[in-house]
């Protein structure tokens, strides 16, 4: 594997770090006083997608686009560097239209959709017209195994009947947010074992019985554009609704989140460097007991493990990254599972570190590692939790092991007898 960058992705570094430097950073004060003021959507966003689309920094995590659809068509390989350095400030990939999860829907759009739910949806996410939010998880089910899914999705001649409850919804609060893509129980007749019960559909989110009943906070971390709990209370949308092949959403949900977990990983690791460098910055600044912090070899010893990890981590995310772009996604399951639990107990890890070196302060919004703390102990549970992907790492590797069996027997060479 050869991670060295191509011409095209060093230019793009090099842009997209311009671009972040000169035009999102300003800013960044202004984004989180206005959004803390009820302020939202902001007019600062617009002036920046704005610029963004006209320098052709735009849906550069979209790989399969049409000949006249805006973007840089990149491999998640390629994509990865760059999503490190929007990750850097959270709220940045909106500005280049590579937000979640509008990623995701876009991806599954191009995957399943029809012409006139391209021509509907896909369109003005493209451009960034509209929002969208996706509506898997629920209050009632153990969301991890999307088998246990419980929203109904009912044929009544040529509509679907929607009832059932979600939430942590991102996005749903948004004003622009236009879609919900719902995942519900269409085959309420088969084995509950079975991966053909579920199916999406595109919900227009002022479709009448749909209610958003909340915004919930995450650990007292707003976010403006909402983790949303909605309510489906008789919602009767046509057939025509129904995205790709009725029963086939638990596949369609599973091919959506490969890619959408690199882009998490490579944000994660963007906000791990942030910290890492105010980690550096305040030991260099700050003394006690007649000292710099720097000069102390605990602090020495956070800051070099710190980086060591953060470096172990994006060859991790850059192999998964690989492996999806030369074999599919399903081939890179087991490398996605792996990045998703390494740079969500990287992220908590690193900022902890970084808190502590900051004393106090680093609990207040003077910094943002308040901030980033909580949200690396909520990816602990977005995209599954934990304790999921250690399966998936277990059973990869002890069904390894069992095609190995006795193979390792040669390495266990009894010790000669004593003589005499």
């Known amino acids: ?61 979209l790989p399969g686009l049409g000949d006249d659809d805006p973007g840089q068509r990149l491999s998640n390989l390629e994509y990865a560097p760059l999503a490190e350095i929007m990750g850097r400030i959270h709220w940045a990939s909106e500005v280049f239209n590579c937000n979640a999860p509008d990623t995701g829907n876009m991806e599954l759009l191009q995957l399943a959709a029809t ?29 991890s195994d999307a088998r246990n899914i419980r929203t109904t999705i009912t044929r009544d001649g040529d509509d679907y009947v929607i009832n059932g409850r979600k939430w942590f919804i991102t996005g749903a609060a948004h004003p622009n947010c236009k879609l919900a893509i719902v995942m519900g129980l269409t085959g309420e007749h088969l084995d509950p074992s079975s991966t053909e019960r579920h199916s999406m559909l595109l919900v227009p989110m002022d479709t009448s019985g749909l209610s958003v009943v909340r915004d919930i906070p995450i650990m007292h971390h707003h976010s403006p554009e909402g983790h949303c709990e909605l309510l489906f209370r008789n919602v009767r949308v046509s057939v025509a609704n129904l995205l ?37 910055e305040r030991a260099l600044e700050r003394k006690t007991f007649g000292k710099y912090l720097a000069d102390y070899a605990n602090i ?73 703390w909580t949200w690396g102990r909520a990816m602990r549970f977005l995209d599954g939790p934990d304790e999921v992907h250690l399966r998936v790492v277990a059973r990869a590797e002890l069904a390894r092991a069992r095609g190995q069996a006795g193979r390792n027997a040669c390495q266990f060479v009894p010790p000669a007898p004593l003589l005499g």
């Open 1 to 61: 594997m050869d991670f060295e960058y191509s011409e095209k992705v060093d230019r793009l570094r090099a842009q997209l770090s311009d671009f972040m430097r000169f035009h999102v950073e300003p800013v960044n004060i202004d984004w989180h006083r206005e959004t803390a003021a009820g302020r939202y959507p902001l007019a600062l966003i617009e002036r920046l997608k704005s610029r963004a689309f006209s320098e052709d920094l735009w849906n550069l995590f």
């Open 115 to 143: 012409p006139e739910q391209r021509r509907r949806w896909l369109e003005p996410l493209l451009i960034g017209e509209i929002r969208s939010c996706f509506a898997m998880s629920e209050p009632d089910a153990a969301s």
């Open 300 to 372: 020495q010893d956070w800051i070099a493990e710190s980086r060591l990890e953060i470096d172990q981590a994006r060859l991790l995310v850059m192999k998964a990254a690989h492996r999806m772009d030369r074999e599919g996604n399903a081939a890179a399951r087991v490398d996605v599972s792996a990045i998703k639990l390494v740079a969500a107990r990287l992220q908590t890890r690193i900022v902890d570190r970084a808190m502590q070196v900051f004393g106090a302060m680093g609990l207040t919004p003077d910094t943002p590692l308040a901030y980033l």
């Open 244 to 280: 790709g092949e009725e029963g086939k959403g638990f596949r369609l949900a599973q091919d959506r989140l490969g890619p959408g977990r690199v882009h998490h990983c490579m944000r994660t690791i963007g906000q791990c460097e942030v910290a890492l460098e105010l980690m550096c």
